[in-house]
């Protein structure tokens, strides 16, 4: 079974505002290794969204757009309950748009971060065949200045987050 959560955002600011809730809904469920991807024309809101998340989540400083680097490390604290202390963990925002072959990303060294072991971002996945299976699919399509936002889970770790997420009233409005 997938959990799908649809979200309008009549603006930028609201696009922010779902990104926040998906930071509050991460953090609820421990920061989990994930892989998100985005998918959306060029200025949906895919690194807007991004960006909130990262901020919610704790990044101080400039949020950089990945399109020239093509990724952008980001240090998180997670509360290890086992150890009974923070620890790091890295997220990880990817951008793969000027990628026009199937095997760049490969070639980019991109395997090793997408090792099901942080969390991760991607915007244009459709531009790298053969990505692993994302955990969540946000797909952000503009009308107008407003935005129609759908998320769906693409594995258990996936719904869990839709589900946390509903459940916390994040979804509702």
Known sequence: MTATLLRHCADDSATSQLGAELGRALRARGLPPLLIVLHGEL??????LVRATLRELGV???????????????NLEKLDLELK????ITAYHIDLYRFSSSEEWLDAGLGDVLDGKS??????PERAPGLPTADLDIRITPRGEAREVSLHSGSPAGEALIDCWASAGAGAG
């Open 60 to 74: 101080r400083g400039r949020i950089k757009s990945p399109s020239y680097a093509l990724v952008e490390p980001y």
């Open 119 to 124: 969390l991760c971002f991607v915007e244009w």
């Open 43 to 48: 200025g949906a809101g895919k690194t807007t």
């Open 85 to 88: 202390r923070s620890v790091q």
